[in-house]
Every structure is written in C-alpha cells, then in structure tokens.
C-alpha cells in the first residue's frame, strides 16, 4: 500500500541507507542496496533512480574501507561496469579508490608486489581512457601518484625507491609546467619515497633520504615565496622522523651524530616559530635512541654516541612535547649494553635508569628484555628481588603507564 504524501525514494536516500549499513561494518548489505537500486531502475526507469558516478563512488568507497576479503576484487568489476556506462562513468575518484582499496585490503601475507602491479596497470587504464576521450579522469593528480609511491614505500623488492623517486620526480617537473595545485607533490608524496629507501638497506640510503628532505625543503620555501597556500608541502616532524628512522636504522658510524642534528634542528624551528608541527615528538626522541644504542664503531663514536643518548633522555625528560615512555627506557637500556663495557659502572648506570623506569611506571616486556641483555641474571635478579621468570616480582605499579 502507497503510503500518501511521502516523496518517493532516490538516489540521496539509497546513498544514506548504503552508509548506514556501512556504519554498521555490513558493506554486503550496502551492496544488496546497490543491486535493488539498478533492479528498480530497470524495472521502472526514471532519472531519479538511474545510477550514477556518485552512487557507485559511494560504494567504491565503502568497500575501500571495509575489512572484507573480496573488496578489491569487487570494487574492481564495479569500476569495469562503470567503464562501459553511458551515464556513470568514472571519474580520478573511482580509480583512486579502487587503488586504495587494493593498497588497504590486500593480504598481509603477501608482498605488496603484486599489489603496486595492479595499482600500475590501473594508472595505465586511466591513461588509456584519456586518450579515448573519456573526461573527469587525470592520472596524474596527486593522490593517485601518492598511492603508487606509498605501495612502492610498502614493497621489500630492490630497485623500489629508484621506482619511487623517479614517480616523485615527474610529480614535481609535471607541475612545474602546468601549475596545477592538484598534481603538485606534498609533504606525503616524501615521506613514502623516503620510507621507499628503508628496505633497500644500502649504504646511501639514509644519504638520499637526507638529499629527500633536503629537496621538500627547497620547493617549500620556493612555493611559499611565490604565495601559494602550501601548508600540505611543509617539512614537518613527520618528515624529519621519517630520515630519523632511516639513520637508525643504517649501518652507519655518524648516525647518532647525524639524527641528533636533524632533532636539534627540529627543536629550534618549534622554538623560533611556536609551530607544533615541526616540535620533536616521541618518535623523534625514541629514534635518535635507537640510532645511538645501535652504532656499531670505533670505541671513540660509541662513547660519543653514548653521550648522545644520555644527552637526548635528558633533553625528552624536560620537554613539553614528549616524556619517556617504556621504549625509550628499553632503549637506553640497550645502549648501555651496546656501548658500555662490561663492569661496575655499567651495571651501576643500568640499575639506575631501571630505578627511574620502574617510578615511571614503564617496565614493560621490552624493558625486562633490554635489563637482561644489559648485565646479567643474577645481577638482574639483585635490583629486581627475585627470580625474573616469577611474575610476582613484578609489582603493577611499576607497569601502570605501559599502553
């Protein structure tokens, strides 16, 4: 029975209800709301109920963040439909979202190479259908080059951050000579090339991610000259921790020197401009530790790595923008281990700083395991008061802060 009065359904009220059940974490249902929306359609016509670009980006959208398995494969067969339509074709969204949803929901188990091969093969089907004549569609716009770099940061296959650079690089002679905002590179688009340099593991890596930052900073300062609004280009401590954990985690001798000036820097653009996005935060603080604890070298760089340590815990303990938590103290502790000869006074400064851990509330498994491989059992079992695999021994209290 007609209920008089009220409007009938369109396409705002089936995109409402397919966000509802979406909100619901039911992406299936959203998708049989879908399928009675093109059934009514063909059934009934009207251009009220004829599916459009929206509608189908409404649910591209949805299965990009969903957590079912077959939401690649799905959103890709939904962007083949859309291909053949007269009235919903797609647009640069309905492809950035199948690639995100492919760069979100592809198994964990596997590499991430075949998930950047398909993401490709995307970006050349876009390059195609430019050339078709299809409009609305720009396979060059920022976020679908920052997809491709961001698979590419994900992959442990070599050759990857040449890969990555070199789509970084086009990025930015491309907007060079067009000047669309749009297709200009962000602060995003540098991070992922840096992070692609983090599994090459070569010696030059944490150098070009330097050289990386080094060039954000140039066309961030070249941008801002000119006038244009480029907040998103800033050189911020996502940045800067990014070439951090790259120092840390290179072979390096300096590498305790070189994230200590980067974090030094760092302090002193928050200090001259008050702007919290270049503020050291924890991940600074915690990576400069990684990178001192694990320098391998000289007794000479040890010790002066040694001294960086102490001097960054010392500097995080007085900081407004950070404190200590139980990977810090892990860290120092196995800086002492690493960096410290065997003897009294290394087991004194670890006792020490376990002391402080335990008033803070840090003792975590990674504290107990860095104690362990600091001294030895029976010194451990000494300041702790009893025997480490008696869990007893371990009051809450020395835990409550560990998330």
């Not at 974090?263 to 919290?276: A, R, V, W």
């Not at 001294?307 to 960054?312: A, D, F, H, S």
Request: charged letters at 30%.
């Amino acid at each position: 029975e007609k209920n008089e009065g009220m409007p009938p359904p369109n396409l705002e009220t089936y995109i409402a209800i397919m966000e509802g059940w979406s909100a619901m974490d039911n992406t299936g249902m959203a998708e049989e709301i879908l399928v009675r929306l093109q059934s009514q359609y063909e059934e009934l016509g009207g251009d009220n109920l004829e599916p459009t670009t929206e509608i189908y980006n409404t649910m591209l959208g949805l299965w990009m963040r969903s957590r079912e398995r077959q939401s690649p494969q799905k959103s890709r067969q939904l962007l083949s439909k859309m291909i053949e339509s007269e009235n919903a074709r797609p647009n640069t969204d309905s492809f950035h979202l199948v690639m995100e949803c492919f760069a979100r929901n592809s198994p964990k188990s596997k590499t991430n190479d075949a998930t950047a091969a398909k993401i490709e093969d995307l970006v050349e089907l876009m390059e195609d259908l430019v050339e078709d004549g299809h409009e609305n569609i720009n396979p060059y716009r920022r976020d679908i080059v920052n997809t491709q770099i961001k698979v590419l940061s994900q992959s442990k296959k070599k050759g990857v951050a040449l890969e990555a650079e070199a789509l970084l690089f086009d990025m930015m002679e491309r907007y060079q000579q067009s000047k669309d905002e749009s297709q200009r590179p962000n602060a995003a688009s540098f991070i992922n090339t840096i992070y692609a340099w983090r599994n090459e593991k070569t010696a030059e890596s944490a150098e070009r991610a330097s050289e990386l930052l080094s060039l954000l900073e140039d066309c961030y300062d070249l941008e801002k000259k000119a006038g244009h609004e480029c907040d998103n280009l800033k050189p911020d401590n996502r940045v800067c921790n990014a070439v951090i954990d790259i120092w840390a985690r290179s072979k390096a001798t300096d590498k305790a020197q070189k994230s200590k000036a980067l974090m030094e820097k760092m302090e002193s653009l928050y200090e001259s401009t008050g702007d919290q996005d270049y503020a050291p935060n924890l991940r600074t603080y915690n990576n400069v530790m990684n990178a001192c604890a694990f320098t391998r070298g000289s007794e000479s760089e040890c010790k002066d790595a040694l001294r960086i340590m102490v001097e960054t815990f010392k500097a995080m303990r007085t900081s407004d923008t950070a404190k200590p938590n139980h990977v810090t103290f892990g860290m120092f502790l196995k800086g002492c281990g690493n960096l410290m000869p065997a003897g009294a006074k290394r087991e004194s400064v670890v006792e020490n700083m376990f002391r402080k851990c335990c008033k803070q509330g840090c003792v975590s498994e990674f504290v107990i395991n860095s104690l362990v491989g600091a001294t030895s059992p029976s010194f451990v079992e000494k300041i702790v008061g009893g025997d480490m695999n008696d869990e007893t021994h371990i009051p809450g209290q020395w835990s409550r802060n560990v998330n």
